[in-house]
């Protein structure tokens, strides 16, 4: 195992990273367990965001990654186009009970970006097979984050994501966020007040007519742009207006699968089903690649049901690979075995506390908190947009804790695993680094 330090930097093309400040001061991970990486230098970073939110059952879980071993050794590889393999049927059929049977279906991609493409394509493949190709129409919101495909980018709601990639898809409109800081600052939860911008979307109706919209997509909780947590009744009210003019409403659940909000996902928390849900990350623990976008029966019946041939053009070569099966099969064991949701309802109240002690501190203006996440977030610096919460990502990594920054806003989104100790340690760490900021 390489632990040292790479003899050059150069060629590595960074993601969403500041290549150049990046690489006159890196940080460097070389193995991670449990609760914690071990950096290149031999220190402890306690990690404070699961990885890229993509770690619920902790580091090194042993049985996913046995049975990850196991699978490579037995079926390397295995086409899924006019064939397959039995782990990608077992996964399909654990997903469903793991989801209570809300959906029929699942289709099978490598990560969330893919996981939104397709599931867009697939509402539009729906109305037309139906006969109603005219609904054409994909709505997003501001600030939301549905990853870098030309589609998620299209619905997304990130201005210097999108800013250099031309005009994007035609046919998107963007409801408004649901953040408020003046009437919702320091709330736990759902916020009390907000529930009326649901209705903008009965505004692009009157505007377009239903006739031409395909689905609504949004994150029931916006992770990437600092934890936005919908207000109170608004995911219900948005259900009811497609409802009522057959849009399809898609959650955007990369993020808030998987336990984040101590359920399995979030339209467990809010009591609302979506028709179709994209996935990600935790699928797999975030061992091997993998998402999915899972889909109520009438959709896929609509295929089904439209003239035969191949019914759906659609797929990737890496969709359903076996050993992202075997992991994803690992993790929802592990999900049971360890009852780890169980083991998250029960520390969130420790959690929630511990993220709202932070209030007074130099520079917070609000805290947000739902299920295992927090949203932190700093007055900027005048004319330094997210330059502080930068520093406090670079003090903090030194002092050795993982936290994620977006503009000013920390977020944080720990390993579900985590106990008393390891919040004691994150917060008191924490308050540290929020106390000599500049
Ligand atoms: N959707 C949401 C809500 C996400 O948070 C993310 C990634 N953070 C994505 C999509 C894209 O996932 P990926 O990076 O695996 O393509």
Same mark, same amino acid.
């Given at each position: 195992?390489?632990?040292?330090?790479?003899?050059?930097?150069?060629?590595?093309?960074?993601?969403?990273?500041?290549?150049?400040?990046?690489?006159?001061?890196?940080?460097?991970?070389?193995?991670?367990?449990?609760?914690?990486?071990?950096?290149?230098?031999?220190?402890?970073?306690?990690?404070?965001?699961?990885?890229?939110?993509?770690?619920?059952?902790?580091?090194?879980?042993?049985?996913?990654?046995?049975?990850?071993? &196991?699978?490579?050794?037995?079926?390397?590889?295995?086409?899924?186009?006019?064939?397959?393999?039995?782990?990608?049927?077992?996964?399909?059929?654990?997903?469903?009970?793991?989801?209570?049977?809300?959906?029929?279906?699942?289709?099978?991609?490598?990560?969330?970006?893919?996981?939104?493409?397709?599931?867009?394509?697939?509402?539009?493949?729906?109305?037309?097979?139906?006969? &109603?190709?005219?609904?054409?129409?994909?709505?997003?919101?501001?600030?939301?984050?549905?990853?870098?495909?030309?589609?998620?980018?299209?619905?997304?709601?990130?201005?210097?994501?999108?800013?250099?990639?031309?005009?994007?898809?035609?046919?998107?409109?963007?409801?408004?966020?649901?953040?408020?800081?003046?009437?919702?600052?320091?709330?736990?939860?759902?916020?009390?007040?907000?529930?009326?911008?649901?209705?903008?979307?009965?505004?692009?109706?009157?505007?377009?007519?239903? *006739?031409?919209?395909?689905?609504?997509?949004? &994150?029931?909780?916006?992770? *990437?742009?600092?934890?936005?947590?919908?207000?109170?009744?608004?995911?219900?009210?948005?259900?009811?207006?497609?409802?009522?003019?057959?849009?399809?409403?898609?959650?955007?659940?990369?993020?808030?699968?998987?336990?984040?909000?101590?359920?399995?996902?979030?339209?467990?928390?809010?009591?609302?089903?979506?028709?179709?849900?994209?996935?990600?990350?935790?699928?797999?623990?975030?061992?091997?690649?993998?998402?999915?976008?899972?889909?109520?029966?009438?959709?896929?019946?609509?295929?089904?049901?439209?003239?035969?041939?191949?019914?759906?053009?659609?797929?990737?070569?890496?969709?359903?690979?076996?050993?992202?099966?075997?992991?994803?099969?690992?993790?929802?064991?592990?999900?049971?075995?360890?009852?780890?949701?169980?083991?998250?309802?029960?520390?969130?109240?420790?959690?929630?506390?511990?993220?709202?002690?932070?209030?007074?501190?130099?520079?917070?203006?609000?805290?947000?908190?739902?299920?295992?996440?927090?949203?932190?977030?700093?007055?900027?610096?005048?004319?330094?947009?997210?330059?502080?919460?930068?520093?406090?990502?670079?003090?903090?990594?030194?002092?050795?804790?993982?936290?994620?920054?977006?503009?000013?806003?920390?977020?944080?989104?720990?390993?579900?695993?985590? &106990?008393?100790?390891?919040?004691?340690?994150?917060?008191?760490?924490?308050?540290?680094?929020?106390?000599?900021?500049?």
């Amino acid at each position: 195992m390489n632990e040292s330090r790479p003899q050059s930097m150069s060629a590595f093309w960074m993601p969403f990273t500041n290549n150049r400040d990046f690489k006159a001061n890196p940080r460097l991970l070389v193995s991670a367990e449990g609760m914690y990486y071990k950096d290149v230098d031999g220190n402890q970073v306690l990690d404070g965001t699961a990885g890229l939110w993509c770690v619920p059952c902790g580091h090194g879980q042993p049985k996913i990654v046995g049975a990850v071993r &196991e699978m490579i050794g037995q079926l390397d590889f295995a086409p899924t186009f006019q064939m397959g393999h039995p782990a990608a049927f077992d996964l399909a059929e654990r997903l469903m009970d793991y989801t209570g049977h809300k959906f029929g279906h699942v289709f099978y991609t490598n990560s969330g970006s893919e996981a939104v493409d397709t599931a867009l394509k697939i509402a539009l493949a729906y109305h037309k097979a139906r006969g &109603e190709g005219s609904r054409t129409r994909l709505i997003g919101r501001e600030r939301g984050y549905h990853g870098v495909g030309f589609g998620g980018l299209s619905v997304g709601g990130i201005g210097p994501n999108r800013k250099s990639f031309g005009p994007l898809l035609p046919g998107v409109d963007h409801l408004p966020h649901t953040h408020d800081l003046l009437k919702n600052a320091f709330s736990r939860g759902e916020p009390d007040f907000g529930v009326e911008l649901a209705d903008e979307l009965e505004r692009l109706v009157t505007l377009h007519d239903a *006739s031409t919209i395909a689905a609504v997509i949004i &994150e029931p909780v916006s992770g *990437s742009t600092g934890v936005l947590v919908p207000p109170k009744g608004y995911l219900k009210r948005l259900r009811e207006i497609c409802d009522k003019h057959g849009i399809l409403l898609i959650f955007d659940e990369v993020i808030t699968g998987f336990g984040r909000l101590t359920t399995p996902f979030a339209t467990d928390y809010f009591d609302v089903e979506p028709d179709m849900m994209t996935t990600a990350k935790g699928l797999t623990n975030g061992v091997i690649p993998m998402g999915a976008v899972f889909s109520r029966r009438f959709i896929h019946d609509a295929f089904m049901e439209a003239p035969a041939g191949i019914e759906l053009f659609h797929g990737y070569t890496y969709s359903g690979h076996p050993v992202a099966c075997a992991a994803a099969l690992a993790t929802l064991e592990v999900f049971k075995e360890q009852q780890i949701l169980d083991h998250a309802k029960a520390i969130q109240p420790y959690w929630e506390d511990a993220v709202h002690s932070l209030k007074g501190l130099p520079h917070v203006i609000d805290l947000r908190t739902i299920g295992l996440v927090a949203g932190i977030e700093l007055e900027p610096i005048a004319g330094k947009p997210g330059a502080r919460a930068y520093q406090a990502f670079k003090k903090a990594f030194a002092e050795g804790i993982l936290i994620r920054t977006t503009g000013d806003i920390i977020a944080l989104s720990p390993p579900l695993v985590l &106990e008393k100790q390891h919040i004691d340690e994150l917060f008191g760490k924490l308050t540290g680094v929020l106390n000599n900021l500049d």
